[in-house]
């Protein structure tokens, strides 16, 4: 600066604008091009964590007593699968059960008493032992829901009440069904109550007098056919069996061995004309092997062959009587 405070040189190139300084370029990150199933290597981290996870396995300790307890484990299930595949589980309930109910009876609980009502066809002793009750069964441990269900396993028992009466007495009240009729199928006859159920595979001599049905599925719907046969005493009297065909329409055979085809609808009307033909004309005890009902408008009759013979014979001798009786001409 002068003498008066002034600077000693120009101040203009304050004033010019400065240009900036030339930048180099920044360089471009290099982008990696993406390979189809390319295998990456695994990142420092993940190495480290696998590790850490590879030693925490290899310093754990099982708990004292595990050997053991899984050694056991093992021979407990192997006991159990010899016992299930030798079919020694029923022995080992059974013996379980008596060891119980002896700890019953001797607790004062032995069943000393048991009164049964209701049986009819099934005997006592068949009863009891259905129910599961022996002579050293105890009051105490009896499943009355569970012996209710075991006694009507058999046909014949369609219900039945069980009762304990404590310290030894048991109550069973049971209701039969009742036989109904006696079904025919592959040459085997078996009793049937009415709703089907097969009661016995044999006859009694008190049940021979019962309807015969024969068919299969004839078991089913006996109860309905033979129901509507009751309301024509004069015909079901007569009948020796009832026979299903084909699952859709039902066959009479009487005891004289003639057969009654009824239709697959409306058999009740068929039934009513019956009766009305036998009443009139007496076709049932004509000589005669079968009558045809099935169509609405007709009866058809099949004669026997003496029968049949005799008509044959008939038309023989009788035509050419009334061929010669027509040439000779009114006299």
Same mark, same amino acid.
């Given at each position: 600066?002068?003498?008066?405070?002034? $600077?000693?040189?120009?101040?203009?190139?304050?004033?010019?604008?400065?240009?900036?300084?030339?930048?180099?370029?920044?360089?471009?990150?290099?982008?990696?091009?993406?390979?189809?199933?390319?295998?990456?290597?695994?990142?420092?981290?993940?190495?480290?964590?696998? %590790?850490?996870?590879?030693?925490?396995?290899?310093?754990?300790?099982?708990?004292?007593?595990?050997?053991?307890?899984?050694?056991?484990?093992?021979?407990?299930?192997?006991? &159990?699968?010899? *016992?299930?595949?030798?079919?020694?589980?029923?022995?080992?309930?059974?013996?379980?059960?008596?060891?119980?109910?002896?700890?019953?009876?001797?607790?004062?609980?032995?069943?000393?008493?048991?009164?049964?009502?209701?049986?009819?066809?099934?005997?006592?002793?068949?009863?009891?032992?259905?129910?599961?009750?022996?002579?050293?069964?105890?009051?105490?441990?009896?499943?009355?829901?569970?012996? %209710?269900? %075991?006694?009507?396993?058999?046909?014949?028992?369609?219900?039945?009440?069980?009762?304990?009466?404590?310290?030894?007495?048991?109550?069973?009240? *049971?209701?039969?069904?009742?036989?109904?009729?006696?079904?025919?199928?592959?040459?085997?006859?078996?009793?049937? &109550?009415?709703?089907?159920?097969?009661?016995?595979?044999? *006859?009694?001599?008190?049940?021979?007098?019962?309807? $015969?049905?024969?068919?299969?599925?004839?078991?089913?719907?006996?109860?309905?056919?033979?129901?509507?046969?009751?309301?024509?005493?004069?015909?079901?009297?007569?009948?020796?069996?009832?026979?299903?065909?084909?699952?859709?329409?039902?066959?009479? %055979?009487?005891?004289?061995?003639?057969?009654?085809?009824?239709?697959?609808?409306?058999?009740?009307?068929? $039934?009513?004309?019956?009766?009305?033909?036998?009443?009139?004309?007496?076709?049932?005890?004509?000589?005669?092997?079968?009558?045809?009902?099935?169509?609405?408008?007709?009866?058809?009759?099949?004669?026997?062959?003496?029968?049949?013979?005799?008509?044959?014979?008939?038309?023989?001798?009788?035509?050419?009587?009334?061929?010669?009786?027509?040439?000779?001409?009114?006299?």
């Amino acid at each position: 600066m002068d003498g008066g405070r002034r $600077l000693a040189q120009s101040l203009t190139w304050i004033a010019q604008p400065r240009t900036p300084r030339p930048t180099a370029p920044r360089p471009q990150r290099a982008v990696a091009a993406v390979v189809p199933n390319e295998v990456r290597t695994p990142r420092p981290h993940l190495r480290r964590q696998g %590790r850490r996870l590879w030693f925490a396995i290899l310093r754990f300790k099982l708990p004292r007593g595990m050997g053991l307890a899984s050694a056991a484990l093992l021979v407990f299930a192997s006991i &159990a699968y010899g *016992i299930v595949v030798g079919d020694h589980l029923p022995a080992i309930v059974a013996a379980f059960e008596d060891a119980r109910d002896q700890v019953g009876n001797a607790a004062g609980f032995r069943i000393t008493a048991v009164e049964l009502t209701g049986n009819i066809h099934v005997s006592r002793e068949e009863v009891l032992p259905i129910a599961g009750i022996t002579g050293r069964s105890a009051l105490i441990f009896l499943d009355v829901e569970w012996t %209710r269900e %075991r006694l009507k396993t058999n046909p014949w028992i369609a219900d039945a009440n069980v009762l304990k009466l404590y310290p030894g007495e048991l109550k069973i009240r *049971i209701s039969e069904r009742e036989p109904f009729a006696l079904w025919q199928r592959d040459g085997r006859v078996s009793v049937i &109550a009415n709703d089907g159920t097969v009661l016995e595979p044999y *006859i009694t001599p008190s049940l021979v007098r019962l309807p $015969l049905v024969v068919g299969q599925d004839a078991q089913m719907r006996a109860k309905a056919f033979l129901a509507l046969l009751d309301r024509y005493p004069d015909i079901r009297d007569q009948v020796r069996a009832s026979i299903l065909v084909g699952g859709r329409r039902w066959n009479l %055979r009487l005891h004289n061995g003639l057969d009654v085809r009824l239709p697959e609808n409306e058999v009740a009307r068929a $039934l009513e004309r019956l009766v009305m033909l036998d009443r009139d004309v007496k076709l049932i005890s004509r000589d005669i092997t079968a009558i045809d009902l099935r169509l609405p408008d007709r009866v058809t009759v099949r004669l026997s062959p003496p029968a049949a013979q005799a008509r044959s014979d008939e038309l023989k001798y009788s035509t050419p009587k009334k061929q010669a009786t027509k040439k000779a001409g009114p006299a």
